[in-house]
């Protein structure tokens, strides 16, 4: 279909880069404006009207950062697209400007500009295909064994079978070797290192729609982790941002198994996310953990009303009560997972769902809540 052409605005005090992005840009039918200054860049914006600007952080004249807050400051470009692109990564950098209302934030270096180019489109054309974009529900713990796998698979189960207009996908992001496959049955070869070998732009939202495999009896699809730590190094961490991208297009809900790691791939995640689900124990270590965790998370800028808190008796310890953890990490726990015994072990050891395999336990009732509670969450907006 024949649109006109979008113009993109590129802010960037690197000659050789924006000539470059200017070049790749005109190629893929992009009317293209450049400015070298942060200054000139607000000039342009306002008096051109661009379609979409990217803009690099680091600028001669004034930081980005303030150019993108008085881009949003005017109402010539409060809704303009804006993709931060930057030449290293910084945690900070990123959450401060997608506050101050970037829509991306994108590295110059890697798979970079073709996940630039899989994206610009959905930006020009927002109204249509932006809204669209699945909802991301990241599963992370301070410790391991804690049962963040178990629950990630199991409240995706609940969502998946109740919600059957809707696709549901979990992707199992845990290094050096990932663990839903396992729980849910799954061995054949599709996984995160599979699809990461491949090239950027043949793992688009189409390819993940035809590929996904769906696990029967669970419902979703499932991105598999890597099976063995050996293939585990062959990730290349700068992949993991287009394969997001892409399943965030093609379903409707993404559950991610973070397990208990902050990396510089699960941190942008994190951030990223519309609700997580952070895993607690009942012992002080990992309370004490999760506290230390919670205080790194609020520095970047994660807003904690997007934290749905569950504590998970996964040991037979009396351990911490509700109150006492809450106390302890300064958030309120929405549920309380019992110990259950072996159970969760045996229904986890016959890769059958835990709500299929004891309809009867109240927690199955509890999963079967906490998982429309969850999406409730990650459908809401905060301001
Ligand atoms: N509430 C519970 N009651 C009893 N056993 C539980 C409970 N929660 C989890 N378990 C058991 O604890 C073990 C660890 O669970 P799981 O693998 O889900 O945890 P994890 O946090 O993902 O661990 P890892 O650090 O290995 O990724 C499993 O055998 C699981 O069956
Ligand atoms: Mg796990």
Redesign the pocket.
């Known amino acids: 279909m024949d649109r006109p052409p979008v113009t993109v605005l590129i802010i960037d005090g690197d000659a050789a880069s924006r000539n470059y992005l200017s070049a790749m840009l005109l190629k893929e039918g992009y009317q293209v404006l450049t400015a070298s200054l942060g200054r000139e860049g607000l000039i342009s914006a306002w008096k051109d009207q661009p379609g979409i600007i990217i803009i690099d952080p680091v600028l001669p004249d004034i930081p980005g950062l303030e150019v993108v807050a008085r881009l949003r400051q005017d109402r010539r470009t409060a809704k303009v697209p804006c993709v931060a692109l930057s030449s290293q990564e910084d945690a900070q950098e990123m959450s401060a400007l997608l506050a101050a209302g970037c829509n991306e934030y994108m590295l110059k270096s890697g798979d970079a500009l073709a996940r630039l180019f899989q994206f610009l489109p959905r930006l020009s054309n927002k109204e249509s295909t932006l809204a669209k974009r699945g909802k991301m529900i990241a599963f992370l713990?301070a410790k391991?064994?804690?049962?963040?796998?178990?629950?990630c698979a199991n409240i995706a189960m609940c969502v998946a079978s109740t919600k059957a207009d809707k696709r549901v996908a979990v992707l199992d992001l845990?290094l050096p070797i990932g663990?839903i496959a396992n729980i849910v049955g799954y061995d054949d070869r599709t996984n995160l290192i599979f699809t990461a070998l491949q090239k950027p732009e043949a793992t688009n939202a189409t390819y993940f729609k035809e590929n996904l495999p769906r696990i029967s009896g669970w419902y979703f699809y499932l991105l598999a982790g890597p099976p063995d730590p050996a293939s585990s190094t062959q990730l290349a961490s700068d992949r993991v941002a287009g394969i997001m991208d892409a399943l965030l297009d093609s379903h409707d809900y993404l559950f991610v198994d973070l397990?208990?790691s902050l990396s510089r791939i699960s941190l942008p995640i994190i951030q990223q996310a519309n609700a997580l689900a952070l895993?607690l124990g009942t012992d002080l270590a990992t309370c004490t953990l999760t506290q230390t965790i919670l205080e790194y998370l609020k520095t970047l800028g994660i807003d904690t009303r997007r934290i749905f808190a569950i504590q998970?008796?996964?040991v037979g310890l009396e351990g911490l009560t509700k109150p006492e953890a809450e106390k302890l990490i300064g958030l309120p726990i929405q549920v309380t997972?019992?110990?259950?015994?072996d159970?969760?072990?045996v229904a986890?050891n016959r890769h059958e769902p835990f709500i299929y395999r004891f309809p009867n336990d109240a927690t199955s009732m509890a999963l079967r809540q906490v998982a429309s509670q969850v999406l409730e969450l990650s459908e809401k907006q905060f301001r």
């Open positions: 713990s391991g064994g804690t049962g963040t796998s178990s629950l845990v663990s397990g208990r895993i998970n008796r996964s997972i019992p110990y259950l015994g159970n969760l072990t986890n």
